[in-house]
């Protein structure tokens, strides 16, 4: 009998080197378990936000030499308001010159990963929005986007059948 290995969650990355130079480092983690839990394993600075939904449902963090109301300022309240009904634990955030999203999988099947990969893309692309909107520049030319494929993609993308 054969196993196989499914995977849990997808993770997704964009590597954007010029994006450390103008926005702070910050995580956005669904909280999974007791608040108190969850706030005693982290060493950053919590972000509460004005939306008691958003902060009872994800935990919004920051390194503690980064100013916090910079986050507040990036997030829109549509772009709350979007995160807090969206029904998948994900979390977000920016690391490493690098935007990641990862989607925990209910459904591992073809289905759940075309899900997470369409999630994937319209965080990434409402993320890229707000950050326009906040007046914040980070798509610049530069080698790491030579022969690289644009992501997100203009629409959803589909696993080859």
Do not use: C
């Not at 997704?12 to 926005?23: F, N, T």
């Not at 073809?110 to 890229?128: K, Q, S």
């Not at 707000?130 to 610049?140: K, L, P, R």
């Amino acid at each position: 009998m054969r196993k196989a290995v499914l995977p849990g969650a997808l993770l997704a990355k964009a590597h954007m080197p010029d994006l450390a130079e103008v926005l702070s480092a910050f995580n956005v983690e669904s909280i999974e378990g007791p608040m108190e839990s969850v706030r005693k394993r982290t060493a950053l600075r919590q972000v509460e936000f004005e939306s008691i939904d958003f902060n009872q449902r994800f935990l919004a963090t920051v390194p503690r030499e980064h100013d916090a109301t910079a986050m507040r300022e990036l997030f829109s309240p549509a772009f709350i308001d979007w995160l807090v009904s969206n029904p998948a634990e994900l979390d977000f955030g920016i690391s490493d010159r690098q935007l990641w999203f990862m989607q925990r999988l209910d459904n591992r099947d073809r289905r759940g990963l075309e899900a997470a990969l369409d999630g994937a893309a319209e965080l990434f692309r409402r993320l890229h929005q707000e950050m326009d909107e906040a007046g914040i520049a980070t798509y610049e030319a530069g080698p790491w986007h030579a022969g690289l494929e644009e992501f997100p993609p203009a629409g959803p993308r589909r696993l080859d059948r």
